[in-house]
């Protein structure tokens, strides 16, 4: 009896989510968010930040890419928090990412070395950027959405031994 409650523990463990960044920066990294770090820059400054975001832009230079992000709040293991949404920020690494794969609208969560501020805009709008060294990224993948059937999709007649897809096994009745 022991070792099967040993045995369903040890199950339960095991199905722990694991974080989705490496844990050699985990440890290191703090969770901020951008408006915090805006507010005390230079406090801030050299450290590492565990972030979420939602892609708005990205941009290829010689000297690598930049992504333009709206924070998204991160738990301690990286998963994103939904609905709860901040300012924006940049981040930079010299690797080259592709916009076709890091497109607008996908979800990333990275650890950053916080570099400064730097100015820019949003529309006609000056804004000041955090900036961001990537450290470690992941890309989320992106959610696909699939919808309902047709309401006249369903059968009235349908048995569950039959293929659920097949719109009828036999003909309609004859008042149809």
Known sequence: MRNFILIIVFAFLMACAPAVLKKDFLTEAALSSPSKIKATPEASKGKLFILGGLIINV????????????????????YLKEGQFGTRFIA?????????????GRNITLIGEFTGLEKGKIGEMEYEYPVFEIKDLYLWPEEKVHPLPPPWWYDPWYYPWYDPWWRY????????
Not at 97 to 103: E, S, T
């Open 169 to 176: 096994r036999y003909p309609p009745p004859y008042w149809w």
């Open 92 to 104: 930079k690494t010299k690797e080259f990412l592709d916009p076709v794969i890091y497109k607008s």
């Open 59 to 78: 941009k290829n230079k010689e000297e690598g890419s930049t992504i333009e992000a709206l924070y998204i709040a991160t738990d301690e293991k990286g």
